[in-house]
């Protein structure tokens, strides 16, 4: 009755600020509104000692990608604390529309990841989407040159209000073909949201990673790179050696499905680099990797929780929803079970 309440009033808490695309379009203030009850959130997701934490690429089934649609997905979630990916902020700024339907698009490229094979007309959508991308590229590039760092300020400042701490921000301004300009661009708007790192895929790159750590340096952030199933203990050790402003964002669910024995005490000997980790329930390579539903894959998810409860480590554990949504359900929806997975192994 509780979680009940709280949700309720969180939704209420959202509609009254008005937050509605027309209401953005129009240039109102967003918060011009009465005084907010700023204590009115204060437990949200951090379980006893332990920040859970949502990516919002978990929403990504969602038929609303907008920042306002986002925020409530996080709020009716339950969850207080997000890795932030870059479009919902950066459309939200003005970034030009991307002419790519990703949410047709990310089983194909999973499938191309994972090397499953593709069929001719799949392969035929994953080119054509890259040719388009190639385009809408440089479009972004020319207008990140311009953008205006006010708006992530507002961005920040929007989430905090409703009770929600931005740590990580994922936009796709640090790859290779990323100009320095641009990469910094990434690293501003972090901080504008109020974001203590970034995070990327690792690139497999020792100059990029170098070059990434140094920018980092320069612009007071931390790069956090993401790994899947190439995740080894050494995968993060030529980046860390390289800078300061080099980091881990773990993936600790891949790494139990990369074959990694050990993976608790992996944690324990790295939490000190790790600015961040995702956390799902995924299967050995004996069982066959699979993505599940949480407690029902080998990953030791409560074990993990209870070590970050015990030892009091400083990163947030982020739920990424990964697994098949179960029909009739939704993202949001499943998030939420996540999340009470979470509660049951910290109480």
Not at 288 to 316: C, H, R, V
């Amino acid at each position: 009755m509780e979680n009940e309440i709280q949700n309720a009033s969180r939704r209420s808490f959202i509609k009254n600020l008005g937050l509605t695309a027309g209401l953005v379009a129009g240039g109102s203030k967003l918060f011009a509104g009465p005084a907010i009850l700023t204590d009115l959130y204060k437990k949200g997701s951090l379980i006893n000692g332990v920040q859970i934490g949502v990516i919002t690429y978990s929403f990504r089934e969602m038929p609303n990608q907008s920042l306002e649609a986002t925020l409530q997905y996080i709020l009716d979630s339950g969850i207080s604390a997000t890795e932030l990916m870059g479009d919902p902020a950066e459309i939200f700024a003005g970034k030009p529309k991307n002419p790519v339907n990703f949410m047709a698009m990310f089983p194909l490229m999973r499938k191309r990841r994972e090397k499953q094979p593709l069929t001719e007309e799949e392969t035929k959508k994953l080119d054509d989407a890259e040719a388009l991308m190639k385009e809408y590229r440089a479009e972004v590039k020319k207008w990140r040159a311009s953008a205006s760092i006010s708006k992530f300020e507002e961005v920040g400042k929007m989430f905090k209000k409703a009770g929600i701490k931005i740590y990580g921000f994922k936009p796709d301004a640090f790859g290779k073909d990323n100009s320095d300009d641009e990469v910094a661009y990434g690293m501003k708007a972090a901080k504008a949201l109020g974001a203590g790192h970034v995070t990327l895929e690792h690139p497999s790159d020792d100059n990029q990673t170098l070059r990434l750590g140094k920018l980092a340096e320069k612009y007071g952030v931390k790069v956090g790179y993401h790994g899947h199933e190439q995740q080894t203990p050494t995968f993060w050790d030529t980046a860390m050696a390289q800078s300061p402003g080099n980091a881990m964002n773990l993936d600790f669910g891949h790494f139990v499905a990369a074959g990694n024995t050990e993976p608790l005490d992996f944690v324990k000997k790295m939490h000190k680099n790790i600015v961040s980790m995702h956390i799902k329930d995924r299967q050995t390579p004996a069982h066959g990797k699979g993505n599940l539903p949480w407690g029902t894959g080998d990953t030791p998810l409560k074990e993990l929780l209870k070590q970050m409860q015990a030892s009091k480590y400083a990163f947030p554990a982020t739920v990424e929803l990964e697994y098949k949504i179960p029909e009739g359900s939704n993202s949001v929806k499943e998030v939420q079970k996540c999340l009470e997975f979470c509660k049951k192994a910290l109480s």
